[in-house]
């Protein structure tokens, strides 16, 4: 079992910088904890009390593990989350909210998050009476296999085969390539027992394109690969190395005909095929990963600013040649360009994880409505969260990246805490579908929505904010913008602003794919800004979401009869005009270009940024401690709840030391079996006889 080192935070002795900056927050953080996780913080925190009172949940030794060391450690937290669970008598929900609050990665998560809704999405009713209770009482152990050795995100040229054989009613499961090798599925290598794995449906002789099966990999009892499976280990990874990522060869394997998932395409027991209403209907489970994806970096980018602004407000640097400090130096987070750098950041944090709430919300329509065969909402889902997976995953590893480095040499130490929270988040660059070819697809979908409603005339499918270009481009052209210099920017200001950059890049993007065509080669020919169009489709959809968020809270607050002058609102809505202001400056040429921002209102949203960021100076201590991180989820020397830096980063290096091999006469390793020859070389060179003190 792990020991509990370095010691827990202890409220009774936090750092008292943090203690005098807690005391300036100007709104009780519990309220925006309850705002942000909403009815079920309380059962969040009760399970985490749960796993944090077990010894095996600790994070505190990880660093020192060696890669297999982790892996066997997470089985320990699955084996535990399992027995808690149907201890306790959890819910699905339940349990996956247990394995968040570990503050670690199982390989759990692949057999919660996606085998079982794979299996609740694409097998029949009957199919899943046999292998649902199956699933959820660990009897199996499941993955998800979709990706192969030389195809991932272009899934329709997968060469994965299933083979209808009538005389024995089976699918025979082949992997006929090296490049057709399953690689790279999460919990393959070492634990499941079964996956859900991808082929190409080929019924006599004829290909009629990837659809998902079942397949057991490894027996009952002895956890041996089944005839005619190899199965491997890809090896250390940039991060997520507590998840046995692997590779499957499958050499004609053969499976019941009802071990094909037929929820929504089927095979009958003649051979004849019933094709699914929509074929994204497959890709479900693919889609939720990219929802989620969403909010889960604006929750991984708040860990590392927790991290960063915690260390920035109890490190002390500079500053003491400034007259008025009287040669004292000042804290980080007094220096303007930390303070820059990290309340922005929170600010896309927090539009992040407002967007990701829409984004589960728009999931969940559509998985309800593909359960009961509908899929009218199929094909918006999947373009917006393919473009929003790919733009907040991008942003927010920038952004994870540069609060290390705000960290200074001590963000580089991994038991500073963003390493391990970066590399690991670093995988939803490309998982789920590698980013520029998400853009696409976004903007492929955005691109054939107004193709086809100018065909049409009908605009009622174009996003709204868009149509006003399409109806009367004169009228477009002499927009202006309407932030008034001097005043607050306000929000509706921001968001046509938003769309009216992203409507100009559209007309040109639809120009050029006409004048080209209108085909294939035309898109082809327009990725660059096919990509730059996606980007600003996300970037107008977080400045959105944000304000109506807290459009929606506002009025809740309302209704209740309480001020909404009073508590944490009036913080959300400065910094969510920070976040409209910041992008927009970030991408300042693209509002100019037309004339539609002037250079004016250019300057006067530079001024107005750096009044809300001084603004909420005294604020964002309480906006990172609202995320309700424990120390044991964050496992951070630097971010600690009560400031303890130094003494932990002591600690910790102190227990590194502890359990470092020993050398081969008991000193310091390395020093017999190598450097003692070196050093003693160098003294002959020398002419020195014997070591001097």
């Known amino acids: 079992m792990p020991p509990f080192i370095p010691p827990m935070a202890d409220p009774s002795k936090v750092n008292p910088s943090l203690s005098s900056e807690r005391a300036l927050v100007s709104f009780p953080v519990e309220t925006l904890t309850r705002f942000l996780h909403g009815a079920n913080l309380d059962k969040r925190r009760h399970i985490r009390a749960q796993l944090e009172q077990d010894p095996v949940f600790s994070n505190a030794d990880k660093p020192f593990l060696s890669r297999e060391r982790q892996y066997v450690r997470s089985l320990e937290k699955a084996a535990k989350l399992v027995e808690m669970q149907k201890k306790n008598k959890w819910s699905g929900e339940d349990m996956l909210i247990g394995m968040m609050m570990t503050g670690d990665s199982t390989s759990q998560i692949l057999h919660e998050a996606l085998f079982i809704p794979t ?13 649902l209770p199956r699933a959820e009482n660990y009897e199996i152990f499941g993955c998800y296999a979709q990706t192969e050795l030389a195809h991932g995100s272009n899934l329709r040229k997968l060469e994965t085969t299933a083979t209808f054989i009538p005389g024995t009613d089976e699918f025979e499961i082949d992997t006929p390539t090296l490049n057709s090798m399953k690689w790279w599925p999460g ?10 794995i991808y082929a190409r449906l080929i019924l006599h002789g004829k290909d009629y394109g990837v659809h998902p099966f079942l397949l057991q990999i490894r027996a009952a009892g002895t956890h041996a690969p089944m005839p005619g499976i190899e199965l491997g280990n890809l090896g250390p990874k940039i991060g997520f190395n507590t998840i046995d990522n692997g590779f499957l060869r499958v050499h004609k394997v053969r499976i019941p005909r009802d071990q094909m998932m037929m929820r929504n395409s089927r095979v009958t027991r003649e051979g004849k095929y019933e094709p699914a209403k929509n074929a994204k209907m497959n890709y479900s489970t693919m889609v939720a990963i990219r929802a989620n994806i969403v909010r889960n970096a604006g929750f991984a980018l708040g860990q590392a600013l927790t991290v960063a602004i915690r260390y920035s407000m109890v490190r002390v640097q500079g500053g003491d040649r400034i007259p008025s400090q009287q040669g004292h130096e000042v804290k980080v987070i007094d220096h303007g360009m930390q303070r820059f750098r990290l309340t922005t950041s929170l600010a896309l944090s927090y539009a992040m994880l407002m967007t990701g709430r829409v984004m589960n919300e728009m999931h969940q329509r559509n998985l309800k409505n593909v359960i009961q065969g509908e899929v009218g909402l199929m094909a918006e889902v999947h373009a917006t969260s393919s473009g929003l997976k790919a733009l907040t995953s991008d942003l927010a590893t920038a952004q994870m990246e540069d609060a290390r480095r705000a960290c200074g040499g001590h963000g580089y130490a991994w038991c500073g805490g963003i390493v391990d929270i970066l590399t690991t988040t670093l995988q939803d660059v490309t998982v789920e579908g590698e980013n520029t070819i998400l853009h696409l697809q976004t903007s492929r979908w955005l691109l054939k929505t107004v193709l086809q409603a100018l065909k049409t005339k009908d605009l009622s499918a174009v996003p709204s904010g868009l149509r006003s270009a399409l109806q009367n481009n004169h009228a477009f052209d002499q927009e202006k913008s309407t932030i008034a210099p001097g005043q607050p920017v306000r929000g509706d200001a921001l968001i046509a602003a938003f ?40 970037e107008g959809m977080l400045v959105r979401n944000f304000y109506e968020a807290i459009a929606k809270e506002e009025q809740a607050i309302s209704e209740q009869k309480a001020d909404v002058n009073k508590g944490y609102l009036p913080v959300l809505k400065k910094l969510c005009e920070l976040h409209g202001i910041h992008r927009l400056l970030e991408q300042a040429g693209d509002f100019t270009e037309d004339g539609y921002v002037s250079r004016q209102q250019i300057v006067w949203c530079r001024e107005r940024r750096n009044e809300l960021i001084d603004s909420l100076r005294y604020e964002i201590i309480g906006l990172v401690d609202a995320f309700d991180i424990s120390d044991n989820q964050l496992n951070s020397a630097l971010g600690r709840y009560d400031g303890r830096v130094y003494e932990s980063l002591y600690e910790w290096a102190k227990y590194g030391m502890s359990i470092v091999e020993k050398g081969k006469n008991g000193g310091v390793l390395g020093f017999d079996e190598v450097l003692k020859d070196v050093l003693a070389e160098g003294r002959r060179l020398n002419g020195v006889s014997q070591p001097k003190l």
């Open 119 to 131: 299996l609740k999405t694409q097998l029949t009713d009957e199919q899943q009476k046999v292998w």
């Open 499 to 538: 769309w009216h950059r992203e409507a100009r890049i559209l007309q040109e993007v639809v120009t050029r794919i006409l004048k080209d065509g209108a085909g294939e080669e035309a898109m082809a020919k327009s990725q660059v800004r096919m990509v730059e169009l996606s980007r600003t489709h996300g």
């Open 187 to 196: 919990a393959l290598a070492q634990t499941s027992t079964h996956c859900a």
